[in-house]
């Protein structure tokens, strides 16, 4: 019968030995092997690439051949200052900060149940019906919305059966329900984004009151504050930070799609189907590197605003 014999250790003086207690005596040199062979990675073919669209933008483009030729110029910087590509920028940015906002109305008080109100079954079917959304394909989700919103749909027969048409006649200028309205308005296209971005604002929300310690809360009411004052004395502003940071996922995906803005709603560019179209069907690639440098900029100042909101503790 044969016997089994456990594997021996390295010898004292073996290499693998020396090179392991080096690793245990310094142990930023271990963290260091760690995470270099990544940051590489993503130096080389992230930044990399990123940075060599965005060098693109000092390229030429002849109009005329349809070619690209490496002349520096920064004409196609300063043509994002035109009107019709200005009002691109603003489109796009209004759109980011409306949803930001309508998300996180939205998702505050779901995220506030599911801290505060449940447990055991009933916190996991919360996450799961919160990030099941999620695990459907985009696409899907937007092709869907399509649906509901167009003629004959689901958010038409509500319209109709609760009386709201005369409100969205007169307050959001729809013209009436009696065709694709909603799928052609810019509040199609809200709703759309509120619904797909929704569960990112949801969770980090959540977490942040679930660190909530509930003395605090005891402590004021201990202290005569009714339920009011607690809520925008207490819970409001340590909810912040949740609130910033999922505001980071809801801004900066809403600021990049280029989907759902040729879906639904009127006729009119964003950021995202601006680069897509520049670069997809003229193949102006300089131009299409130049709008693709806006994004980056404003989502470097959002970071930085948020940032001071506590939205990186929250993450």
């Known amino acids: 019968m044969n016997s089994v014999t456990a594997p021996q250790p390295p010898a004292s003086g073996s290499p693998l030995r020396r090179f392991s207690n080096l690793l245990y005596r310094r142990p930023n040199l271990y963290l260091s092997l760690l995470l270099v062979p990544p940051l590489l990675w993503f130096g080389a073919i992230y930044l990399g690439s990123l940075l ?9 483009f002849d109009d005329f051949t349809m070619a690209v ?6 004409a196609n910087f300063t043509a994002l200052f035109q009107p019709s590509n200005f009002d691109i920028i603003l489109r796009t940015l209004s759109m980011a900060i409306v949803v930001s906002i309508a998300s996180a109305i939205v998702a505050f ?12 079954k009933t916190k996991a079917f919360f996450y799961i019906a919160v990030m099941m959304p999620m695990w459907a394909s985009y696409i899907v989700k937007a092709y869907a919305w399509t649906l509901l919103l167009a003629k004959g749909g689901v958010a038409q027969w509500f319209v109709q059966h609760l009386g709201l048409e005369p409100v969205l006649q007169l307050v959001l200028g729809i013209p ?8 052609t308005s810019h509040l199609g296209r809200f709703m759309v984004f509120v619904y797909i971005w929704l569960p990112f604002m949801i969770l980090p929300i959540q977490a942040s009151l679930e660190r909530l310690p509930p003395s605090l809360l005891q402590a004021s009411a201990d202290l005569g504050a009714k339920p009011r004052q607690t809520f925008m004395q207490v819970i409001l502003p340590l ?12 801004f900066s995906l809403t600021l990049g799609d280029f989907i759902v803005p040729q879906l639904v709603g009127p006729p009119g560019y964003f950021i995202g189907s601006m680069v897509y179209a520049q670069q997809g069907a003229i193949g102006n690639m300089p131009m299409a590197a130049a709008f693709t440098l806006v994004p980056i900029v404003l989502i470097a100042i959002y970071l930085s605003i948020v940032k001071r909101l506590g939205a990186f503790d929250a993450l």
């Open 52 to 60: 060599t669209l965005l060098w693109q933008g000092f390229y030429t």
């Open 69 to 74: 030729t490496p002349d520096l110029t920064l």
């Open 109 to 120: 008080p779901i995220a506030y149940y599911m801290a505060r109100y449940t447990s055991g």
């Open 176 to 183: 009436g329900v009696g065709g694709s309205t909603l799928s």
């Open 239 to 250: 909810s912040i930070p949740g609130i910033a940071a999922g505001s980071i996922f809801t």
